[in-house]
């Protein structure tokens, strides 16, 4: 059982940038970085949570089309971590963001990082 920790969210204005991070709690089960097609997530209370990017293990990408062309998702194999970065934020990307496997494993949910867009 992995546990994944998710970072770097805040209050930001529209337009502005955040970066988020994703990472394995300890030494073993950060093998899943390397083992496993890697996804961020975003919920907005009372919704689905959605798959908004994924990164297989060549760098491969994908986005939602709610993202595509303002988030960019990257990792780094050195440091067993997922990166999301954030541009041109917009009012309707404040939610909360999680990071998993793709398709998502139920019991990888971590606590996700609160990202709110507001003037």
């Known amino acids: 059982q992995v546990q994944l920790v998710e970072s770097g969210g805040g209050l930001v204005q529209p337009g502005g940038s955040l970066r988020l991070s994703c990472e394995a709690s300890?030494?073993?089960?950060?093998?899943?970085?390397?083992?496993?097609?890697m996804g961020w997530y975003r919920q907005v209370p009372g919704k689905q949570r959605d798959l908004v990017a994924r990164?297989?293990?060549?760098?491969?990408?994908g986005y939602a089309d709610s993202v595509k062309g303002r988030f960019t998702i990257s990792r780094d194999k050195t440091k067993s971590t997922v990166y999301l970065q954030m541009n041109s934020l917009k009012p309707e990307d404040t939610a909360v963001y999680y990071c998993?496997?793709?398709?998502?494993?139920?019991?990888?949910w971590g606590q996700g990082t609160q990202v709110t867009v507001s003037s």
């Open positions: 990164i297989t293990r060549d760098n491969s990408t």
């Open positions: 300890g030494r073993i089960s950060r093998s899943v970085f390397c083992s496993n097609i």
């Open positions: 998993n496997i793709v398709p998502a494993n139920r019991a990888y």
